[in-house]
């Protein structure tokens, strides 16, 4: 764990970085942006003009939304969207929805990447998640010097050398489109150590494994078929950087769950951006979202000056880690505080989506904002109070009803985007260049000895 800075707020677990950062907060204003917002063309396609209040910047959205319309019209590849987020999206909440609202539409089956070990494991519905005791892990949120780099999920996994063997098992859940494990692959890293395996029980029979790693990220698929569920001992792999499972058939939409509770955002500038490259060539995305605020409110201040000119940074290295993705930026939600023994928004809120908006600007990303989609001003209390329930009674957290709305929100607001672009694109006849083909890779060399 990084040095805790004095002077922090008590019982609030939130990521090193941010408190690293509280303590060199830069709070001189940030530059000014313009009250419109003109874009330049790109591949033909121009947006109009946007007033920064309702900024959306589905200008910048171009390439995402040119797949899915060579997923919608041709049947053409596959989309894929990563969503980084805080305890927001614990347990694949409001992300099981939005994938399901995206599957609905283009097609695809799985739940995507999913770690070894998760905090929130027990409280997940869109896929039975359970691993031995004895891993270790290490975070983007509390180590500065991993052993290994993180993998994309930001953690990074051991297994240790004793016995009983490590091991994790997925379960396909009864939820539309992730009724089963779609090819499942196990993603690792470097390591001296060759002497790795991995096993599993089918029908009575031990099937072993050995692990290959020999490069940055490897791969060993365990099928090319569909399971119901899928248990993995691992022996001898003491060293070995394990990363995660990923279950998708390839077609359609995916969208991976990257959440951690207590993210600021901010420690994805940890990301290497070598191994991420390598990600990106396995996974290919084209979105990545950014959903994250909850932390970074109840400070004690309005200026959110210095988070602003963090998350540029952010924006620009996530940029550099996932090259032919775009950005799509998500605010922070209502969140109500007592004052004078009253329910109210909190006074940070609005500070804390302007300088949201404005990263978002300015490094020419997506944005929505969940603030206003809720109905800005008090809406956290009405979420909370009115029938149906959608909210938690901190005032914070959405329930499951509250969850699936959101995800409509988020749904619906880039679609909203899709459309316009698919008017805009039937006025404009120009070749659309795609970028996404020049990851496209074989998949037959994944299969371990």
Not at 190 to 211: A, H, M, P, W
Not at 261 to 276: A, H, T, V, W
Not at 315 to 320: D, F, G, L, M, P
Not at 418 to 437: A, C, G, T
Request: net charge neutral; charged share 25%.
């Amino acid at each position: 764990m990084f040095p805790t800075p004095k002077g922090t707020s008590k019982n609030v677990v939130v990521d090193s970085l941010l408190l690293e950062a509280l303590t060199e907060a830069d709070t001189t204003s940030s530059k000014m942006i313009k009250e419109e917002i003109v874009f330049e063309a790109e591949n033909g396609i121009t947006f109009p003009p946007e007033d920064v209040e309702e900024y959306v910047g589905y200008q910048y959205l171009l390439e995402f939304y040119e797949s899915l319309f060579q997923l919608e019209t041709e049947n053409k590849g596959n989309v894929r969207i990563a969503y980084f987020s805080d305890s927001m999206t614990d347990g694949d909440m409001i992300v099981q929805d939005l994938r399901s609202l995206f599957q609905e539409k283009y097609g695809g089956t799985g739940v995507g990447f999913v770690n070894i070990t998760s905090e929130s494991a027990s409280s997940r519905s869109s896929l039975k998640h359970e691993f031995s005791g004895n891993w270790k892990t290490q975070s983007y949120l509390k180590t500065k010097h991993p052993k290994d780099n993180f993998g994309v999920n930001g953690h990074v996994f051991y297994a240790h050398d004793t016995l009983p063997n490590s091991w994790v098992r997925y379960k396909a859940s009864r939820m539309r489109f992730v009724k089963s494990l779609p090819k499942p692959t196990l993603y690792y890293g470097y390591s001296e150590n060759k002497n790795g395996k991995v096993f599993r029980i089918v029908d009575g029979d031990t099937i072993e494994q050995n692990l290959s790693p020999n490069k940055k990220l490897n791969e060993l698929r365990f099928s090319d078929n569909e399971l119901n569920s899928l248990q993995v001992y691992f022996k001898d792999t003491d060293s070995i950087p394990i990363y995660g499972f990923n279950f998708d058939d390839g077609k359609g939409i995916h969208i991976d769950n990257f959440s951690s509770r207590g993210n600021s955002g901010l420690p994805l500038s940890m990301f290497n951006k070598s191994l991420m490259n390598e990600f990106q060539n396995e996974l290919g995305y084209d979105l990545i979202i950014l959903h994250y605020g909850t932390n970074v409110l109840n400070y004690g201040t309005y200026n959110y000056s210095w988070y602003e000119k963090r998350m540029q940074k952010v924006v620009a290295h996530v940029k550099e880690c996932f090259p032919n993705a775009e950005v799509l930026v998500i605010s922070t939600a209502d969140k109500a505080t007592k004052y004078d023994l009253q329910m109210k928004t909190d006074s940070a809120v609005v500070p804390l989506v302007r300088a949201q908006k404005n990263y978002a600007i300015s490094s020419q990303s997506g944005f929505v904002n969940l603030y206003k989609e809720m109905g800005g001003e008090n809406s956290m209390i009405k979420w909370v109070e009115e029938e149906p329930v959608r909210a938690n009674k901190d005032f914070t957290h959405f329930n499951y009803k509250g969850s699936v709305a959101v995800a409509k929100l988020i749904f619906d607001n880039i679609n909203n985007g899709y459309l316009e672009y698919k008017k805009l694109r039937q006025k404009n006849r120009e070749v659309v260049k795609i970028k996404k083909d020049s990851v496209a890779k074989q998949k037959d060399s994944v299969y371990a000895n």
